[in-house]
């Protein structure tokens, strides 16, 4: 069965760096989205990047581009969330998901209700 274990969350300060994992099992799927989201407390759970593991294609929420970077490394079943230039309001649970690879590039990729499956979560905490 699926299963996506995050880690590498943490609390930094205001313009740190962290590097979030999640390691993947058991997809059966011939093409793969793989998608980075977060929630806040309160708050609804929102994209911030997804990657087409195929074709290594990316995708970016605007209130991180160019802070953070998505990355496989398919050897070891797991993708990276790199990011850089942390701000307060990126603290949440961070969540990787998965599901087919036509999820990245038919533009609802930033949706909850896009994938179907989830890891557990990790929290990032970002202090001023």
């Known amino acids: 069965h699926v299963q996506l274990v995050e880690s590498g969350g943490g609390s930094v300060q205001a313009g740190g760096s962290l590097r979030l994992s999640c390691v993947t099992s058991g997809l059966t799927n011939r093409t793969n989205c793989i998608g980075w989201f977060r929630q806040a407390p309160g708050m609804e759970r929102v994209g911030v990047a997804a990657?087409?593991?195929?074709?290594?294609?990316?995708y970016y929420a605007d209130s991180v581009k160019g802070r953070f970077t998505i990355s496989q490394d398919n050897a070891k079943n797991t993708v990276y969330l790199r990011m850089d230039s942390l701000k307060p309001e990126d603290t949440a649970v961070y969540y990787c998901?998965?599901?087919?690879?036509?999820?990245?590039?038919?533009?609802?990729?930033?949706?909850?209700?896009?994938?179907?499956?989830w890891g557990q979560g990790t929290q990032v905490t970002v202090s001023s």
């Open positions: 998901a998965v599901d087919g690879g036509d999820r990245c590039y038919r533009g609802s990729w930033h949706l909850q209700r896009t994938f179907g499956y």
């Open positions: 990657i087409y593991t195929t074709a290594g294609s990316t």
